[in-house]
Structures are given as C-alpha cells and as structure tokens.
C-alpha cells in the first residue's frame, strides 16, 4: 500500500524533478520499444539467434547508455533502473492478464513520475518532513499521516500531476477494520444515484460546480482554437489541470469516507458484481445492408454520455477501498441480473415493474418503492439467501422478501 504526502519542491529543485521524470519516461519507452521489436521479429530470425530481451540484460545495455549519453548520465542511474524495473513488472501483468500491453509514455500527458529506492526521510518538525531524491537533494513534504507509518516505508515514488508533486511511500499493507455491529446493508451503484443503499439512504459522487463546470467548458473550446505548443495554450492546459486535479480531490475524499463509514457500520455489505470494463465498452459499427462503406446509427454518442457518467460515479474506485477495509468474508458479490426489474417483496420480475428511472411498482403485489432501494434490497436478499464462499455469493433463486421482512432488511 501506499501513503501520499505533498511535495513543496523548492524552486531550484523543480528543474531536477522534471528532468528524472524525462529520463523515467524515455528509459521506459526505449525499453517497450526493444522488448516489442523482439517479440515481433523473434518469427523471422528464430527464438535463439537473438538472446531474449529481459530485465538483467537491458539493466547492462542501460549502463553502455549512459556511458556514451552525456543527458542520460546527467541523472540519476536508480531512477532509470527503477524505470525498467516498472517496465518488467508492467510485462508480468500484461502476462498474467491482469493488464493491458504496456503503452508509451507521452510527454505531451504533462505527468510523469519516478522511483527513489534508497528511501532517507528526516521530520523537520510536527507539520514537515524531508525525502531525499538522487541528484537534488532534500524535498520537503507536508505530514499528514503518523510519522511511524513514513518511516517503515520501504520505497517512494515522486509523481506529477495536476500541476502538483506528491511522493507516495510504499508501506505494508494496513490491517483491515473491525467488523462493524450494525446491520446488513445492500447497496445499489447507479448514475443518476452513485450508490443507493437499502436504508433508504442516497449517496452522490461529488462533481464540478456549475460554475466550475461553464468555466471548463469555455477553457475547452478556446483550447481547441489556439495553437500547439504556443503559451496561450499552455495557460489554458495549466487552468483545466486546476480544474481536473480540484474534481481528483473532492472524489478521492468522497471514497475514503464513504467507504470507511460503511466499513465501520455495517456487519455486512452486498454489492452487484458488475463488469464496469465491458459496460463502458464503445458500441459496434452498424454497416448499412447493401451498401458497402456506409454505416447506420448505433447510438454511439448517446453511449459516450453513458459512458462518461458511468466513469465519474467511480464505481470501480469505490468497491477497490471498500474491499481493502471490510473484513475478510464480509464483502458480497451477487448476480446483477434483473436486480432493476425484481420486486423486493415478492420476487415478480418484469420490464414494467419500473415505470422510470426513480418509481418501481410491481405488477403483481402493487409494492411501490424507489427504484434504486428496490434495488439495493434485492441486492442484499440474494446475498443474504444464498451460499456463499470467498467473499462472494454464488448466484441462485434468491428467497423472495415477504411483506412482513421487507422492511427488517431496510433496517
């Protein structure tokens, strides 16, 4: 796990900061490049006329580097071996399907980062500490975490984002939160609703003002008027970097409490498990029968609003933290199938038990409630009604919820 403080690089170091970061990103480029130009003409020369591109063996060629690249031995040789040792671990995902292939770093994306391996920090006194990065000497950083938990870090990492430097120091992972003594809880993620929970209370994801919203849009449309790599442009990017970084804040803040509070709370909490990856997925061309190159609408645009309201409700981030806190077999997984159309009462699934986005009233019993708490109380009566193993509820005919303990499981 990792812990992020403020960095307040003074203004001498900022110059050395952005250099490790070029040097980070162009090592682990040139890198990317060589292992894909070996996988890809490993066909035509034969696996071993070539020796295979790894690691150790691109840490030597990195050292032959350095020695005839005067900018390259300039920095700092741990930041530009971390950067291949990010590269391998990137393959070792990619391998073990927990990731995509490792793509290029831009230098356009205006964020970067790098590794400091041989951690030294000194607390200067209760509010400010110092790290030191090769090459630059001492930053300051702002504590806002218990010194113990800085000191046990092992590693650190510089990043630039949002027009700001944080360095976040690589810990043992923390223990997990006492099981909370308050009741079971399902919980429903929608858009219009971020999470919906089967009290009957309603959680949104906090978001841009309106304000803040025309002012993003006007800086938008002037950017996409003005020149690359002019100044006016690079002004407009520094005032929506503002704008992204102040949006990054408030949802962050907005996970961690929320997630710690239903941590806390509640003995047991029962989420969808949804595949947010294939619901964000862009919609299939939809080729005109008869007539070759021509194509018919597929909703693509209305699906990108969807999509985009679907990655600012951080469905994904949210459930990520709240698995790190919950205690171990207290985080359900249940089938999303049909949680929208089923009655919490007594189990009549339809398309016209929900009439809109927020009224839900079944066809069969007449129960009327909130869509979404209808939802989150189907949510926690499949998992409270089925097997479960590993923290997740095996999908099966969940007992229909009576009148009479519908409302037991809302409390």
Known sequence: MSIRQRLYPESGQVAGLVEHCH?????????????????????????????????????????????????????????????????DRAFMNFFAGRAKYPRFKRRSDREGSFVVRDLSVRRLNRKWGEVAVPKIGRVRFRISREWAQITCASSARVTHKNGRWHVAFTIPAPARFEPGTGPAVGIDRGVANTLALSDGHMLQAPSLTKFEQARFLRLQQRLARQQKDSQRRGKTLEALVVLRGRLENRRADWVEQTTTALACTHSVVAVEDLRIRNMVRRPKPKPAP????????????????????????????????????????????????????TCAVCGHCAHGNRESQAVFQCQSCEYTAHADTNAALVILDRALNTTTAAGHAVPGRARPVTAGNANQLAA
């Open 23 to 87: 040097h980070a990103r162009f090592v682990f480029n040139i890198g990317l490049e060589q292992r894909s130009m070996w996988r890809r003409d490993k066909h035509l020369r034969g696996p071993l006329s070539v020796p295979r591109v790894n690691a150790a063996s691109q840490m030597r060629e990195l050292a032959q580097l350095r020695a005839g690249t005067d900018w390259l031995r300039a920095g700092s040789s741990s930041v530009q071996q971390a950067a291949l040792r990010d590269l």
């Open 290 to 341: 008869g007539n070759p190159g021509v194509f018919l609408p597929n909703g693509a645009r209305a699906k990108a609003g969807l999509n985009r309201a679907i990655l600012a409700s951080v469905w994904g981030r949210f459930l990520i933290r709240l698995e790190h806190k919950m205690p171990e077999g207290t985080l359900l997984r249940v089938d999303p199938r049909n949680t929208s159309l």
